[in-house]
Each structure stands twice: as structure tokens, then as C-alpha cells.
């Protein structure tokens, strides 16, 4: 009898925490993509931000077709990627050529007074930030979630509900944020 | 702030060349706020020359006129030396009234070389307007 | 993060029992003064007082402050780099909510958060601090001013603020009975009820009266001042950039300018101690805020990193001695997070005009002016009751029309 109580016992708090945990695991799993949409958020306008970028920006700058159609087609590659990695690879070569552009920029004093052409800037700017913003929250919940999966004992319970690790949104940081030599 | 000559006219701000004006639409007097006028003339020399220029005027005809700003009456000064000009300016320190044209001919009469910006935008201004 | 935010509940709690008994006791011997049996009486009489008090500043505290500052409800049309460093804040943080962003027309430069519920949290910002600051800078007072709302800090300081006003006036009230009532009924009562017990009660209630209000006091700075450290660890934490808040700081404390709105009540609540003592150094022990000149030195003292252990280990090395600022469970967090370059140029001093100018300028924007550049250089601004459809330029009689929403 007492047996039997306490082998009931012992079901009952195994099944509680299988249900703790799995509760546990989709709220991170939410969270994760709440972050995510974060991100896609800032993404979205960022790519809306540019053709109003190039367009008070072409009158000033002639000679500098290439580095427009660089962007453009930057803009264009990353409106398309649909994978995490792939998002994270194009948007890297997009941010690349926005931050050459602005180094282009400062030859033509005109544009930099320029009141439209600041306030663009400003609203890119920002976006960039709030894309960078975004990223370490999402990894940070990412971190979270790929940890519970992990580890024992939550990663029994999300090998058998089909949890999958997520992707981490890496952009190559350092390396675009080094200022690229002006040579002349 | 409206207006201390014409009644419920709010004044419009004009900027130009880092001056700031306060501008009556419809007398085109003009307002300036503490200090604009030593900044209207650049250098610190000449804020003492116009302090030494200003007269206080006991007996005037004019109507006083109310500082837009305290909405207290402002005194009667007179400026310049050849042809005095009859300006307002209030107790309170808040700024200078001068009425249609006539900052336009102080500064003439005080100009020294260096800010015919100042002179030639209240040209435009005076000058274009009827 | 998180951690910081449970470790100050349960700090928070701690210290307003301590502040709450002293406010207990305080009502007890003053009550047991007046009769032996008064003691409960005064000691209801006492929460009673504070209870109010707390109901007043929780459902009506972010407006008083608002209002009592000057600061003006902004859009992102005002000041579009302002509005945009906020949500940028508020995507770092995690905030579920958009903070309401004010600006306050006044030349010296500070800035405050409000927010007892953080879905209806403010931060606000004087015009002038807006003219002096760079991107960088401005980034590092937001993050500040935002980790204030995070951490619960307007919250906490404004019940601890109405348990300190309540100790005040309870103690100033019965000071000053007790001084009137000395000349007039002593003469008049018999010596013979005014027994021995009474008379020890009294001294005992007046030692507390006078004490309690200096004690509490001294308990309300020591948090606030621990609180301005925490957010300036929490907002590098955000923002990553520790040079920004620190050079901010020196901007702000190098002016001479006093808010003239901000009053002995409202200042634990800026960034910066908006009050300067003129001519006198007060001592640190009554300071709402640590010395600028030291949270400088911790902030440049970053060299290897910005997460909340960094901070510690700075703020250990300009102190000499190690104090726990940050609660042990938070210093964990030991993630390398590596600094940010820093990305706007530098915003020097630039000439007196010219920032009167960009003050007067924001100013008008708050106020809903409305500017129009001409092509001839000339730029008009129209004030909000401007009532002529158009607009000519005295200058090159180019008309614009008037457009208000």
C-alpha cells in the first residue's frame, strides 16, 4: 500500500515537471521569436530607408554610380534571403556598402548641409543601431533556449518534443566596423 | 508675442546670417531681445558705445508701448548722434522696440565697415516692402 | 539584469521596514506622550498620514513631477534624434513599452525619468542638454535615465520620498506643539497630573522627533546615491560605450546653470544634482548624487569590458576600498561584452550665440512653431497662433502657404 503512494507520488511530480519544463521550453522558444521579429522589424526598414537615401543623394554625387548600384543591389540580395544565416550574410554586405557610402559622403560638403539628406541619415543611423540593439537580445534569448536544450535533464524533454536549436544573427561586427582605409 | 503696436498680431521670427529678429508683419516694426543688438554690431566695443548713446527721454509725445514680453510700459530712449532716433525699450531689460525703419537708419548712422550683412538684409527688407 | 532588479526589491523592502519603523515608533511616543494610552492612537494617526501620502504621489506622482519641471510632450518631429535614441534604448533594454519623451525649455542641462508604472514611464531632457551633447553622449543620459525606470528606482524613491515627508511633518508638527504648548498650559495645568512618567515620555518623544527625520534622511541619500551608480552601470551595460555617459557627465557638470524648476524634492530624480551648492561643498553624506567627477573616473576606468562585473571592478579601483555595489548574484553576469567604438564626432564647445540660437530653436519647436527656409536664406518662423493662411518673405517677397494640422 504504502508502496503503491509512493510510487503514485513519484509519477505525479515526474509528470509536473515535465510539464514545468516543457512550459518553460516554449516560452523561450517565444521569446526567441518575438526577438526575432524585433529584427525583422529594423531590417524592413532599413531596406524602406534606402531608395530614399539614394534619391537625395544622387543629385549631389554624380561620379558615384557604382557605389548607388552597390547599394541597390545589396538592398536587393538581402529583401531576399529567407534563412537566418543567409539574412545575417547579406544584411553584413549590405551594412558594408551603406558604411562605404557614408565615407564617400564626406567629399561632398553640399550633401552633408543638406537638411533632407541629414534627416535620412539620422533615421539610418538609428535603424542601425536598433538592428544592433535587437541582435544581442535575440542571442541573448537564443543563448537561453540552445542552453535548456542542452542540458540535462530539460534536453530530454526537448529531444522528444522536437525543439530545435536556433541560429545565432551574427553579423561580422568587428570586422565592418573598422573604419576602411581612405586612400588618395 | 504679439505685437506692441498692432493689438492680437503675433510676430514672426526672422533669421538670417545668425541674426534673429522678431518682425511685425503688418507695421514692420521690429523687436530685438536682450543683447541681439551688441550681437546685430559683433564686437563688445561697440555695446558700450551704445550704452553710452542711450538718452532717456522725459517728455515725449508718443504713446508708450507695452513690452511683449512683461506686457510692462517700456520708457522712451533716444539713440544716435546726428539724427536721434526715438526708440522703446523695456524697464525690465527684456529687449528694444524700434519702429518701422528705424533700426535700419541707426545702424547706418552707426555703421563701422564690418557688418554691411546686417545693413544690407534690413535694406532688403525695408526696401522691397510698401 | 534581472538580477539587479530582484536584488533591489529585496533591498528596497529592507530599508523601508527600517524607514517604516521609524515611522512606527515615531507615532508611538509621540501618542504615549500626550496620554499613557495615546500610543496606538498616534501610531495609526501616523500610517494614516503616510498612507495618504502614498496614494497621492502613486496615482498622481510622474504628472506632479512633469508639470513641476516644464517639460513639454514631444513627437518625433521635434527632435527626431532624441525620439530615435530612446527606442533604441528601449529595444536594448527589452522595455515592453515606448517611454513618453518631454523636453523641458531651460538652458541648463540635466535630464529625468518618471514612471511609477513603467507603461506609462517619461523621460525628459532640458533643451539645453540637447544643444551640448553629441549622438554618443545623448545615447548614454537615456540609457541612464531608462535604466532608472528598469530598476524601479522612480518607484522606490517616491515611496521612500513620501515615507521621509511624512517622518518631516509628524516631527515639525509635534516640535512646534510642543514649543507653544510649553508656554501656556504648564501655567495652567495641576503640577499634579503632570506626573514623572509623562515628563520622561515627553523627552523620550522629543529625542525621536528631532532624530528620526536627520536618521531617515540620511538612510533616503545613502540609497539614492547607490541607485545613481547602478544606473550608470546598467545604462553602459546598454549602451556598451562607457565614454559616452562619462563625457556627458563632465558636459553637464561643467555648467554653472541652475534649473530653475527643479526644487529640493524633485532633485534625486536628475541625472545630475540640477541644484549646485554655491560656495558651500556639502558633505557627501547628504548628497542625493555621488560626486560627477568620481562616476567619471569609474566610467573611464572601463578599459576591458562593459558588463556589470566591469563596472564593480572599476568602481572597487577609484574607491580604494571594495564595497558591493552591485549584488552578488548580478556578478555573474560575467559574459564578455566588449566596448562599442564610439561613432558620432565630437561636439565641441561651440560659440555662446550659436547655442543660444539652437536652445531658442527647440524651444519654438516645443512650442510648435512652425519653419520655413527660404531660398533667399531667410528662415521665417511662424509661432502656433500665426492666423494668415500665407506667408510672404520680407526679404525676396517669395509667398509660402501656411499649412497646420
Known amino acids: 500500500m504504502i508502496g503503491l503512494i509512493v510510487v503514485l507520488a513519484l509519477l505525479i511530480l515526474a509528470v509536473i515537471s515535465v510539464v514545468g519544463i516543457y512550459n518553460a521550453l516554449v516560452q ?40 548607388f548600384e552597390t547599394i541597390t ?67 541573448d534569448q537564443v543563448l537561453f533556449l540552445n542552453n535548456k536544450i542542452q542540458m540535462f535533464p530539460s534536453n530530454l524533454i526537448a529531444n522528444s518534443f522536437n525543439f530545435k ?12 566596423r573598422e573604419v576602411p582605409e581612405v586612400k588618395f | 508675442m504679439d505685437c506692441p503696436v498692432c493689438s492680437n498680431e503675433p510676430m514672426i521670427v526672422l533669421e538670417y546670417n545668425n541674426i534673429e529678429i522678431d518682425f511685425c508683419q503688418s507695421c514692420q516694426g521690429i523687436w530685438l531681445d536682450q ?44 539713440l544716435g548722434d546726428q539724427r536721434p532716433v526715438m526708440i522703446d ?25 564690418n557688418d554691411d550683412a546686417v545693413l544690407k538684409f534690413l535694406r532688403d527688407i525695408f526696401t522691397n516692402s510698401t | 539584469m534581472w538580477e539587479v532588479i530582484k536584488a533591489n526589491q529585496r533591498k528596497s523592502w529592507v530599508l523601508f521596514s527600517l524607514m517604516g519603523t521609524v515611522l512606527i515608533l515615531l507615532g508611538f511616543v509621540i501618542g504615549a506622550s500626550v496620554s499613557p494610552e495615546g500610543g496606538l492612537i498616534g501610531l495609526i494617526i501616523a500610517l494614516a498620514i503616510w498612507i495618504i ?37 528601449k529595444i536594448a533594454s527589452g522595455m515592453k513599452h515606448m517611454p513618453k519623451v518631454y523636453i523641458i525649455p531651460q538652458e541648463a542641462p540635466n535630464a529625468f525619468a518618471t514612471g511609477i508604472h513603467q507603461d506609462q514611464c517619461a523621460v525628459a531632457v532640458t533643451a539645453g542638454l540637447l544643444s551640448r551633447l553629441n549622438r554618443d553622449e545623448l545615447q548614454g543620459v537615456i540609457a541612464h535615465e531608462m535604466s532608472h525606470i528598469m530598476n524601479r528606482d522612480v518607484l522606490f524613491m517616491s515611496f521612500a520620498g513620501t515615507l521621509l515627508g511624512s517622518i518631516a511633518i509628524i516631527s515639525q508638527v509635534f516640535l512646534r506643539g510642543t514649543y507653544y504648548s ?28 528631532i532624530l528620526a527625520p536627520v536618521l531617515t534622511q540620511l538612510l533616503y541619500f545613502a540609497i539614492s546615491r547607490k541607485r545613481e551608480y547602478l544606473a550608470d552601470a546598467s545604462a553602459v551595460r546598454l549602451t556598451r560605450y562607457p ?32 541644484l549646485k551648492q554655491k560656495g558651500k561643498k556639502l558633505s557627501d553624506l547628504t548628497s542625493t548624487h555621488p560626486p560627477i567627477s568620481e562616476r567619471v573616473k569609474i566610467l573611464r576606468g572601463m578599459q576591458q569590458g562593459v558588463n556589470l562585473n566591469d563596472y564593480q571592478v572599476s568602481f572597487n579601483k577609484v574607491k580604494g576600498q571594495p564595497e558591493l555595489l552591485i549584488p552578488a548574484t548580478a556578478l555573474k553576469d560575467k559574459d564578455p561584452l566588449s566596448l562599442r567604438q564610439g561613432s558620432s564626432k565630437k561636439k565641441g564647445p561651440i560659440s555662446p550665440t550659436q547655442q543660444a540660437r539652437e536652445i531658442g530653436d527647440l524651444i519654438r519647436r516645443v512650442n510648435d512653431f512652425l519653419f520655413i527656409s527660404c531660398a533667399c536664406g531667410l528662415t521665417i518662423k511662424l509661432p502656433a497662433n500665426y492666423n494668415r493662411s500665407q506667408v510672404q518673405c520680407p526679404r525676396c517677397q517669395k509667398k509660402y502657404h501656411v499649412q497646420k494640422e
Open chain 1, 73 to 139: 543591389q545589396a538592398r536587393s540580395q538581402a529583401m531576399g534571403a529567407q534563412s537566418v544565416g543567409d539574412k545575417a550574410k547579406s544584411e553584413s554586405a549590405l551594412s558594408g556598402a551603406l558604411n562605404k557610402f557614408l565615407l564617400t559622403v564626406e567629399n561632398y560638403p553640399d550633401l552633408k548641409a543638406n537638411q533632407n539628406f541629414l534627416s535620412v541619415q539620422e533615421e539610418l543611423k538609428s535603424t542601425e543601431n536598433k538592428i544592433a540593439f535587437a541582435r544581442q537580445a535575440y542571442n
Open chain 1, 165 to 176: 536549436q536556433e541560429e545565432f544573427f551574427e553579423l561580422e561586427d568587428e570586422a565592418q
Open chain 2, 89 to 113: 525699450q523695456c524697464r525690465q531689460k527684456h529687449g528694444l522696440w524700434f519702429d518701422r525703419g528705424e533700426l535700419k537708419d541707426i545702424l547706418e548712422q552707426l555703421q563701422s565697415q
Open chain 3, 182 to 209: 510649553s508656554f501656556s498650559s504648564r501655567r495652567y495645568r495641576s503640577s499634579s497630573r503632570n506626573n514623572q512618567g509623562d515628563g520622561v515620555m515627553l523627552i523620550i518623544a522629543l529625542a525621536v522627533a
Open chain 3, 243 to 274: 565614454q559616452g555617459l562619462a563625457s556627458a557627465l563632465e558636459k553637464i557638470s561643467s555648467s554653472k546653470l541652475d534649473l530653475t524648476t527643479a526644487t529640493k524634492i524633485t532633485a534625486p530624480l536628475y541625472i545630475a544634482n540640477p
Open chain 3, 53 to 89: 501620502m502614498s496614494f497621492v504621489s502613486y496615482f498622481s506622482g510622474d504628472s506632479i513631477m512633469l508639470r513641476m519641471s516644464g517639460a513639454q510632450l514631444v513627437n518625433h518631429n521635434v527632435h527626431p534624434q532624441l525620439f530615435n535614441i530612446v527606442e533604441e534604448m
Open chain 1, 28 to 67: 523561450l522558444r517565444n521569446q526567441v521569436k518575438n526577438a526575432w521579429s524585433q529584427i525583422d522589424v529594423q531590417l524592413k526598414r532599413r531596406h524602406d530607408l534606402i531608395p530614399n537615401l539614394v534619391e537625395t543623394a544622387k543629385g549631389y554625387m554624380k561620379h558615384e554610380r557604382e557605389t
Open chain 2, 35 to 78: 543683447g541681439e543688438l551688441e550681437l546685430l554690431l559683433g564686437s563688445a566695443g561697440d555695446s558700450d558705445k551704445i550704452t553710452k548713446m542711450l538718452k532717456e527721454k522725459v517728455t515725449v509725445h508718443e504713446k508708450p508701448r507695452r513690452c511683449p514680453i512683461c506686457l510692462k510700459k517700456m520708457r522712451k530712449i533716444e
